[in-house]
């Protein structure tokens, strides 16, 4: 071919590209489509674990919020198979900043062990994908990331009632709990202190209760704009110590466990919560320290699966026999 040709050919090629592009945009402009936008974060919403624990499912919900598919892990005790007619309580798991619904998966071996003696009741397990850096909130309207960042509202109306929906779920506060650690801390203790209605217990490790707006404006400023439109005030009405003071009424009657290490920049900050609930006459049980613990593994060790063991108390079930613990 002429390199005339060629250029005929390359000209009538970009042509038709401009004509499509044309036609997509104004497509998009006419049906009120907008461009799509990426979590600011670097969020992956669907992360399939590698290899999958055994009794873990990966699964996927549409997030009608986000226009997202969203992944959890949900662990199935051996019980669920066995008995069909059986439903069961739920503990909701909130991740760490950075994290996704693979990355805090606990010792399997000690878990079947408790629920197969009879020390633990058999009950599912929700490993919940929040976004990389949500702090388990919603992006304000107008902000960059709203309806892109949607982390309370995809959690509360739509991960919850698509577990409901499609395991066999005791689908009230009775079975239902929520727990994390370090951001995911914070999140399940600002989820359960806004909707304690639908909570039967929250269990904290090592919460990361110190991100008020100042701290959060200086130490990861992209979140402010992209979220919150640089808004401190904003952010604040999204805080634990404001959800307590606003709720307090409605939080009371809700048990309250909070463990964290000696060595935890973070241990002033639970401290100050903790007397934020005493102030408010917010009852929870005392602030458990793991002595020469930071903010790392060994907190978590510590912990070990004693944050099942305090959920099953409150399930509808009770407390099973010979916990112990």
């Known amino acids: 071919m002429t390199g005339k040709g060629r250029s005929g050919r390359f000209a009538t090629i970009t042509i038709l590209i401009g004509i499509l592009l044309a036609f997509v945009f104004a497509a998009r402009k006419h049906l009120g489509l907008r461009a799509i936008v990426l979590p600011y974060d670097g969020t992956v919403w669907n992360n399939p674990p590698s290899p999958v624990p055994q009794r873990v499912t990966h699964g996927t919900y549409h997030s009608a919020v986000m226009n997202v598919d969203?992944?959890?892990?949900?662990?199935?005790?051996?019980?669920y198979g066995a008995n069909p007619t059986q439903s069961f309580p739920v503990i909701y798991y909130c991740h760490a900043n950075g994290g996704n619904e693979s990355g805090e998966f606990w010792n399997f071996a000690d878990l079947d062990s408790a629920i197969s003696s009879g020390q633990l009741p058999p009950m599912?397990?929700?490993?919940?994908?929040?976004g990389r850096n949500s702090k388990y909130m919603d992006a304000v309207l107008g902000s960059p990331?709203?309806?892109?960042?949607?982390a309370e509202t995809t959690i509360i109306h739509e991960l919850i009632p698509h577990i409901d929906a499609t395991y066999r779920t005791i689908a009230s506060k009775e079975g239902r709990a929520i727990q994390g650690g370090s951001m995911g801390g914070m999140g399940s203790l600002r989820l359960a202190f806004k909707y304690p209605q639908l909570f039967s217990s929250v269990f904290?490790?090592?919460?990361?209760?110190?991100?008020?707006?100042?701290?959060?404006m200086e130490n990861?400023?992209?979140?402010m704009p992209a979220?919150?439109?640089?808004?401190?005030?904003?952010?604040?009405?999204?805080?634990?110590?404001?959800?307590?003071?606003?709720?307090?009424?409605?939080?009371?009657?809700?048990?309250?466990?909070?463990?964290?290490?000696?060595?935890?920049?973070?241990?002033?900050?639970?401290?100050?919560?903790?007397a934020t609930l005493d102030r408010l006459g917010i009852p929870h049980d005392p602030l458990e320290i793991i002595v020469g613990a930071g903010h790392d593994?060994?907190?978590?060790n510590g912990v070990g699966i004693e944050n099942l063991y305090f959920a099953a108390k409150y399930f509808v079930s009770g407390p099973p026999n010979n916990r112990g613990r």
């Open 204 to 216: 904290a490790i090592a919460p990361a209760v110190d991100d008020n707006a100042s701290n959060v």
């Open 297 to 300: 593994q060994r907190v978590y």
């Open 145 to 150: 990331m709203y309806g892109v960042v949607m």
């Open 227 to 274: 979220m919150f439109n640089s808004d401190p005030n904003l952010w604040e009405q999204n805080t634990v110590f404001t959800l307590a003071n606003n709720n307090a009424a409605n939080i009371r009657g809700l048990p309250i466990h909070i463990v964290i290490g000696s060595l935890d920049g973070l241990l002033l900050y639970n401290q100050d919560l903790f």
């Open 124 to 130: 599912l397990i929700v490993w919940l994908n929040a």
């Open 220 to 223: 990861e400023p992209d979140l």
């Open 70 to 79: 969203i992944g959890y892990n949900i662990y199935l005790p051996p019980q």
